[in-house]
């Protein structure tokens, strides 16, 4: 069994061997004007290591090295960059046990979540190492027989990489798999809290053999001051930006500037909606799922449940039998299933929000206490019997509060459901499959789970409509998001031997 003082030290440890510079052009190196900032262990408050810290020079500088390493890059064989990309693979799958101890310690989610993302963000490295050697194109003839119709696919160009705190890793492997495999450079600004996964995975892709300049790694407390002049300055051909509908409507008008190619995966708002022929054992499996994974700090988190009157009494006790069974606490001492929130504003929004709702009147279930002491964390919640207008029917909770409403009338709730800005994910439990596809083709998102709480692969298209961004990551979409299409037109006159 790990003990707290094990722990400590191999975290020491660890900490110490993770790179906390600026990674441009192949070196690492200090911010240009010397400064670092602090990431913060959000289980114990404790200040783990201090990273670099860009300015504006550095941005640039970053965006430069990019640009000056793109003609190289675009003419490497794709077997090379597939070869690369397979061997990030396996070592990131090799080093699974640190790199989930990195994560727990700079996110907070428990241990056995921080591994499974470490597999499921090595697993986009090896699925566009399969993908960089099918990027296709074609071949037609013009109808009137005067030309041949020639089309490539070539890499776009620099990239700029913008990532959220809550997927630390899987987020930036998303987007860099199917950079690399499109034969783009890119520059990647992680998020201040969780830079250490990032720092840590660019060593991982140096040590494969990436070349010098095609990855650069930026990091900084001052985004907005950074990344605007790195945006608009006419290097950077592509933005792919996951994180808050708010940040990504600025971006997304940064990016007109330069008419940049842009992907945006933004916020959710995502409806549960338990059938009244649902297996509730499927039901609260799929709830809890959707629910609590990242202690409900996820864009595909469940946010509004709407449960049948016939089944929601039932689905209600057992949901909070479950959910106040779980154990919350630091996420790397074994047997932990819930961590702390990132930091103090988000704790304090969530316990807002929950105070919004009872105060409009809904129903404590289950949890609802603040929890005192080291760390920021919320106790698992149930809450019934939502009034319209509360603040958490419009809002990402992030948080490990499940809200649930009743209903009864089929079209209604599917009218409920899509009565948000946001469109990423929707969750449907049936046992009906007509239905199931049925209520699924009507729900305004990109990706609808059916008795399941978990939608992401590396195999499938990810993303959302409305607020909820534009484009796709992962499946076979993923690398086109990287890819330019060119037109050759060649004409073709008729001649016989001179
Ligand atoms: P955020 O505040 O939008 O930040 C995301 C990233 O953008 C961070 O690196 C942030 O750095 C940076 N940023 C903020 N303002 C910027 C600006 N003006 N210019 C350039 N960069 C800027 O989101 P978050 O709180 O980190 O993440 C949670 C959000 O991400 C939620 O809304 C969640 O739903 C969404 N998300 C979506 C998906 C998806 O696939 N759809 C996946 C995961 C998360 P700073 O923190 O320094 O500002």
Redesign the pocket.
């Known amino acids: 069994m790990t003990t707290i003082t094990d722990t400590a030290a191999t975290s020491t440890r660890l900490i110490a061997s993770v790179p906390t510079q600026l990674f441009i052009g192949g070196t690492w190196r200090a911010a240009a004007g010397g400064a670092t900032t602090d990431v913060v262990n959000p289980a114990t408050e404790e200040v783990l290591a201090s990273v670099a810290d860009a300015d504006v020079e550095d941005g640039v500088a970053a965006a430069e090295a990019a640009r000056d390493a793109q003609a190289a890059w675009s003419a490497t064989p794709a077997r090379t960059r597939s070869e690369i990309l397979y061997r990030a693979f396996t070592a990131l799958m090799e080093r699974q046990d640190e790199l989930a101890m990195l994560m727990t310690l700079e996110m907070g989610k428990p241990l056995a979540e921080a591994r499974g993302e470490v597999a499921y963000a090595a697993e986009f490295f090896r699925w566009f190492a399969e993908e960089a050697v099918r990027i296709d194109g074609g071949f037609s003839h013009r109808p009137d027989g005067t030309a041949r119709t020639l089309v490539v696919r070539q890499p776009v160009g620099p990239c700029l990489l ?6 630390p890793l899987a ?1 930036g492997a998303r987007k860099m798999g199917p950079a690399i495999a499109a034969g783009c450079t890119m520059v990647l ?4 809290q969780t830079p250490l996964s990032s720092l840590a995975l660019a060593r991982i892709l140096q040590e494969a053999g990436l070349p010098d300049g095609v990855l650069n790694v930026v990091t900084t ?1 001052r ?2 001051e950074v ?1 605007e002049p790195i945006l608009t300055g006419g290097i950077i051909r592509k933005l792919s930006f ?4 708010a ?1 990504g409507k ?2 997304l008008q940064q990016a007109a500037k330069q008419v940049v190619r842009t992907s945006l ?4 708002n995502a409806p549960f909606i338990v059938l009244p022929d649902a297996d509730l054992d499927v039901a609260v499996d799929a709830a809890v799922q959707a629910k609590m994974r990242n202690m409900g700090e ?2 595909t988190a469940a946010n509004r449940f709407y449960v049948h009157t016939a089944v929601s009494d039932e689905f209600a006790q057992r949901l909070a039998q479950r959910m106040s069974a779980l154990q919350v606490g630091d996420g790397t001492q074994d047997g932990v299933q819930v961590g702390p929130m990132i930091d103090a504003a988000s704790r304090d929004k969530v316990q807002r929000l929950v105070e919004d709702a009872v105060a409009k009147g809904a129903t404590v279930v289950s949890g609802g206490n603040s929890v005192t002491g080291r760390g920021y964390f919320v106790e698992p919640t149930v809450l019934s019997g939502i009034a319209a207008g509360s603040e958490l029917l419009n809002n ?1 909770i ?1 948080g490990p509060v499940a809200a649930l409403q009743t209903f009864t009338d089929l079209d209604e709730v599917i009218a409920t459901a899509n009565d948000t800005e946001w469109g ?1 994910v929707a969750y449907v439990i049936t046992q009906d499959l007509d239905l199931a596809l049925n209520v699924s083709e009507r729900l305004e998102v990109g990706m609808v789970g059916v008795n399941t709480g978990l939608v992401s692969a590396p195999s499938a298209p ?1 993303g ?1 409509v409305k607020h ?2 534009l484009g796709r990551e992962g499946g076979r979409l993923g690398i086109e998001e990287f890819l330019d299409v060119k037109y050759i037109a060649i004409p073709i006159r008729e001649r016989g031997l001179a």
Do not use: D, H, Q, R
């Open positions: 913008i990532t959220p705190w809550n997927f987020m600004k992680p998020a201040p407390s985004a907005a990344i996951t994180g808050s509908t940040v600025i971006l995966e933004l916020g959710g996820a864009c990402e992030f990423l990810f959302g909820s961004g």
